[in-house]
Nanobody, 112 residues
Framework: QLQLVESGGGLVQFGGSLRLSCAASGFSLDYYAIGWFRQAPGKEREGVSCIGSSDTSTYYADSVKGRFTISRDNAKNTVYLQMNSLKPEDTAVYYC?????WGQGTQVTVSS
């Protein structure tokens, strides 16, 4: 079964940090661009970041630029999203995705 499983979410205070992980099973992430999007209640889905298959190209939404860092470890078949200087407006369910599937999401809540 081809799966993406996110982890690392939680409750953090304003200004805190979290590192999200996205682990793939049943297939190799080596050849895929991987991204993260988030969805907060009552808001539209927002693309947060993505990383190319070669790990040389990255994209960040303006809302997270300078605070979030995406990386990948192909040996572990995992992609990470390091989130620093978190703000209440970062509160959302975060999903990782490939061009073909996405995970179940992990909740990030930032208290003010």
């Amino acid at each position: 079964q081809l799966q993406l499983v996110e982890s690392g979410g939680g409750l953090v205070q304003f200004g805190g940090s979290l590192r999200l992980s996205c682990a793939a099973s049943g297939f190799s992430l080596d050849y895929y661009a991987i991204g993260w999007f988030r969805q907060a209640p009552g808001k539209e889905r927002e693309g947060v970041s993505c990383i190319g298959s070669s790990d040389t190209s990255t994209y960040y939404a303006d809302s997270v630029k300078g605070r979030f860092t995406i990386s990948r470890d192909n040996a572990k078949n995992t992609v990470y999203l390091q989130m620093n200087s978190l703000k209440p407006e970062d509160t959302a369910v975060y999903y990782c995705y490939t061009p073909y599937n996405w995970g179940q999401g992990t909740q990030v809540t930032v208290s003010s």
